[in-house]
């Protein structure tokens, strides 16, 4: 019988789509950046159907690609345009199986989306960490696979860190049920890191035992404006001493994104009464302290005095506070219409976050005299998204002709600081090429030798992450 019908069999018909039109919105990437075509778009219900339809694709070797929200931005959820391969959906896999106050954990499934756990475990009185501007369309077993990061990393860490227990089926079809929901156990290797992360190419993660936190109930966010950014990493340690660790979030703020922001965002005004180069929006976050406003308030008072802050706004409505979010969350967005940017997602050492910046600006202009530099993230990560804007007479193609050249240099520089060329949104297709000429031997080599162990038909995603 034909792969497809024996799907069928197992999963129904109505979870098999094949046609083209119903599979569009699932081998078309969130930037439209990556297309492909699928042979079918399969959407189980139950890990036992997913390690059913994974034996039928073994047994075929008919490669597979997990898809979760399709949100990565690196096409990794993609396939490619030969047409071969099965999209395998988790979106209809979406129940939460447990919450447990006392342990402090819920146990979901994979096709969870990530404001559903936010939600679930905030009606719980706990507070789930995980929070991307993608959190209502990408799913948990999604940002598992990608290790994504998100505004409160500094504090709560990233997925990885808020992993117990998973559960996977393997490229085989048989299902690891390794859904533990301990903090400690120190049995030999730590099998689920190694999926985490893995961007679906060493098996399909169907289930996860994932850490709740005490919810934060007080929170107070400033816009502080600083005279360079290395006044940034300075205020971002003073406000961690003052604060006792209650910073949970610090975003860096250029005035080139506001002014995107101001211009390209309907009804929205610059909140900084002065014009300042640099910002930083930090939070504070506590589940027992009610006086956060007078904390900020001497943080700041402290940064005036040491001449790391310039100005500061400390709004005392909840309604403002979230207007300064939403001036964050609004800059990837107020890009596009300024023209064409060469996107970089890159890490390096917290402390060398300003050297990153003069560096990497002094080496795009090089190239590109005029450019724009356009660069806002998770400082307090060592994370920058530093997008490169063409000059505003440019011709958009021509300026994106450079992207090779200008992202070369950019990722010399973070690698030879020890940094990263992909600090949250994964390898995917996007930089597969990247991955084997900055990774080492050694480690291309190991990583290779894993993936053979685990997929040696490499049916599962293929061409993704590791080529
Ligand atoms: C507006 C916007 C803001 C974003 N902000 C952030 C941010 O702040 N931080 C950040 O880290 N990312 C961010 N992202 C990127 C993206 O949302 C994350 O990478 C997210 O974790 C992807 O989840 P997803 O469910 O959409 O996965 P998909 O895009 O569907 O898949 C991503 C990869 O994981 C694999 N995969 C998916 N589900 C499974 C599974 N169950 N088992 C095995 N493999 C699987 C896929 O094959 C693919 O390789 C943002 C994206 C957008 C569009």
Redesign the pocket.
Known sequence: MDVIAQISEIVGPNAVLIDEADMQGFVV???DKFFGKARAVVQPKTTEEVAEVVKICAASKTPL??????????G??IPFTGGDEIILS?SRMNTIRDVDPLNGTMTVD??CI?ANLQQAALEKGFHFPL?????G???????????????QVLHYG??REQVLGLE?VLPDGRIWDGLTSLRKDNTGYDLKQL?IG????L????GAVVKMYPEPKYTQIALVAIPSVEAAVEFLSLARQMSGDQVTAIELISRYCIDMVVRHVPNFTDPMPTRYDWHLLVELSSSSTPTLKELMENILAEGLEKGIVLDAIVPASEAQQQRLWNLREEI??AQKPEGGSIKHDISVPVSRFADFIREADNAVAKIVPDFRSVAFG?IGDGNVHYNPMQPADMDREKYLSHWEEISRVVHDIAVNMRGSIS????I?RLKADDLVHYKSEVEIELMRKIKKAFDPDGIM?PG??LK
């Open positions: 990437e969130w930037r690609v997990p898809q979760g929200g399709n949100t990565s931005l690196v990794g959820s988790l994979a096709g990530l929070r991307i501007g993608s959190e369309s990408c799913q948990i077993g999604g940002n598992i696979s990608t290790n994504a990061g998100g505004v990233n997925a996977v999926f893995a961007e679906g190419t098996g399909i993660v169907t990837s967005g998770h600090a949250e949104h994964g995917g995603n993704k992450l």
